[in-house]
């Protein structure tokens, strides 16, 4: 009986230690996003978009900080969880912002294993868990078409789509109306062009060489049989004739040969 008692203390202090981690972890988090939020880190290039300033490309001030956030145990806390996925969220829009398209997706696909964990967890949860939940939906939504936005830039118009359309069915409060009035119709459009060109393409005959009537008259004639040529003398005809040749030595003349030899 004591054994059971000083085990579930064990348990309850290791529970309780496990809490403290994951709130110590959430606090680190929450101060680098919300120094990452005020974008000191960002500046505005010829076109009006923000893009990484030249201090932070050659620093990376706030690029080490996410970093220094990103891993770690999660204590089993979707709060700490949900935290984390913003983290890899927001180091795919740094990336997108240097123009690195694929490392922002590779990092917006761990923010949304992440966010997926926090979503698909099931079993009886307290009031916080749930509010967890909701923030994540809504944050899940934004990450969804940073994501397509990545997409439509390395031109993979068919899954920019699927992003779209699967952040705007998160959108409950339709405050993202210019992805379905602009985004993606463009995406639609340069998958019809492209549909279109393979289709001429298909279409198409190759032409490889053309002959007039007169070019085939002409090789005709080439290949045609001259009557009134001389006959070409058969193989037997030339054998005789080697023959013939040979025979003409006289039977004297050897003789006469012979003789010198001897």
């Given at each position: 009986h004591c054994f059971g008692a000083r085990l579930q203390i064990s348990n309850q202090e290791c529970t309780s230690?496990?809490?403290?981690?994951?709130?110590?972890?959430?606090?680190?988090?929450?101060?680098?996003?919300?120094?990452?939020?005020?974008?000191?880190?960002?500046?505005?290039?010829?076109?009006?978009?923000?893009?990484?300033?030249?201090?932070?490309?050659?620093?990376?001030?706030?690029?080490?900080?996410?970093?220094?956030?990103?891993?770690?145990?999660?204590?089993?806390?979707?709060?700490?969880?949900?935290?984390?996925?913003?983290?890899?969220?927001?180091?795919?829009?740094?990336?997108?912002?240097?123009?690195?398209?694929?490392?922002?997706?590779?990092?917006?696909?761990?923010?949304?294993?992440?966010?997926?964990?926090?979503?698909?967890?099931?079993?009886?949860?307290?009031?916080?868990?749930?509010?967890?939940?909701a923030k994540t939906r809504k944050y899940a939504c934004r990450l969804q078409l940073d994501w397509a936005m990545a997409l439509e830039n390395m031109g993979h118009f068919a899954e920019a789509v699927r992003r779209y359309e699967a952040g705007l069915g998160m959108d409950y409060i339709n405050q993202y109306g210019w992805v379905r009035q602009k985004s993606i119709p463009f995406c639609k459009g340069k998958i019809e062009e492209k549909d279109k060109k393979v289709d001429d393409e298909s279409n198409q005959v190759l032409v490889t060489g053309e002959r007039t009537r007169e070019k085939r008259d002409c090789e005709g004639r080439k290949a045609a049989i001259d009557l009134d040529a001389a006959p070409v003398k058969r193989s037997r005809e030339a054998l005789e004739e080697r023959v013939a040749t040979a025979r003409s030595v006289s039977t004297a003349e050897v003789e006469e040969a012979t003789r010198e030899l001897m």
């Open positions: 230690e496990m809490r403290r981690q994951a709130a110590d972890a959430v606090k680190a988090i929450e101060r680098v996003l919300a120094l990452e939020a005020k974008c000191t880190h960002l500046e505005v290039d010829g076109a009006g978009l923000n893009t990484v300033s030249a201090v932070e490309r050659q620093d990376q001030i706030i690029w080490k900080k996410l970093a220094a956030v990103s891993g770690g145990e999660t204590f089993g806390s979707l709060e700490l969880t949900s935290l984390r996925a913003e983290v890899f969220h927001r180091q795919g829009a740094y990336k997108y912002m240097e123009d690195k398209y694929p490392e922002a997706v590779e990092l917006y696909a761990r923010a949304e294993s992440e966010f997926n964990e926090v979503l698909q967890s099931g079993g009886p949860q307290d009031i916080e868990a749930q509010r967890t939940q």
